[in-house]
C-alpha cells in the first residue's frame, strides 16, 4: 500500500475514536486524534529509508507500536502540563498524575491506531516477498490476506477518499452538530 492509502486508511479507522474522544473530552480532542493517528500511519515505513533494518520487521510489530506510542504520550503529555502556568502545570509529577491520565491515554489511543491501521493496510496488500508479523519475535505466525496489489489505484484513491469523507463526517458531528 502506498503513503495516501495509509494516510487514508488511519483517518478512517481513527474517525469514530475520534468522534467519541471530541464527545466527552472536547473537540480539540478530535482534531488531535486524527492528527496522531495521521503521523504515525506513517512511520513503520521509514524503514525503506534505512539499509540498517528488514523492510516490515520490527517496525511492522505491535511491540513497536506500543514503545513510540508510550514515548509518544510521554512527551505529549509532559508538554501539556508546561504549556499553561501554575504549580499543577510543573510536569509530570505524583499528585497530578491522575489528572494527566485522559491526556496520556487519548494521546496513547490516538498514536497506536495510526500504527495499527498500517499493519491492517499491509495485511490487506499483496506480500511479495515481504510479510507482516506483527508479533515477532513472540510469534512467527504472518498476517496477510492479499486482497489488493501495494500500487492499486482503486484501493489506494480509494482509501484517501474514505479517510477525506471521515474526517468531513468526524467535523461535522462535533463541531456543527
Ligand atoms: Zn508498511
Do not use: C
Not at 539499509?51 to 516490515?56: S, T, V
Not at 508479523?133 to 496477510?144: E, G, I, R
Amino acid at each position: 500500500m502506498h503513503k495516501h492509502g495509509h494516510i487514508g486508511l488511519s483517518l478512517a479507522v481513527a474517525a469514530p475514536i475520534a468522534i467519541i474522544f471530541g464527545y466527552f473530552f472536547g473537540p480539540q480532542w478530535a482534531t488531535l486524534t486524527l492528527i496522531f493517528s495521521f503521523i504515525t500511519s506513517r512511520v513503520p515505513d521509514f524503514d525503506h529509508r534505512t539499509e540498517l533494518i528488514a523492510h516490515r520487521g520490527f517496525t511492522h510489530t505491535i511491540w513497536f507500536a506500543i514503545i513510540i506510542s508510550l514515548a509518544g504520550a510521554l512527551i505529549i503529555t509532559q508538554i501539556s502540563t508546561i504549556a499553561g502556568t501554575g504549580p499543577e502545570n510543573a510536569g509530570i509529577t505524583l499528585s497530578n498524575i491522575t489528572n494527566l491520565l485522559p491526556t496520556f491515554a487519548m494521546t496513547f489511543t490516538g498514536f497506536m491506531i495510526g500504527f495499527i491501521s498500517h499493519l491492517i493496510g499491509d495485511i490487506i496488500t499483496e506480500a511479495y516477498d515481504y510479510t507482516v508479523n506483527p508479533f515477532w519475535p513472540v510469534s512467527n505466525v504472518a498476517y496477510t490476506l492479499s486482497w489488493t496489489k501495494a500500487d492499486s489505484k482503486v484501493w489506494n484513491w480509494g482509501l484517501l477518499l474514505l479517510g477525506i469523507f471521515s474526517t468531513g463526517i468526524t467535523f461535522i458531528t462535533i463541531f456543527i452538530w
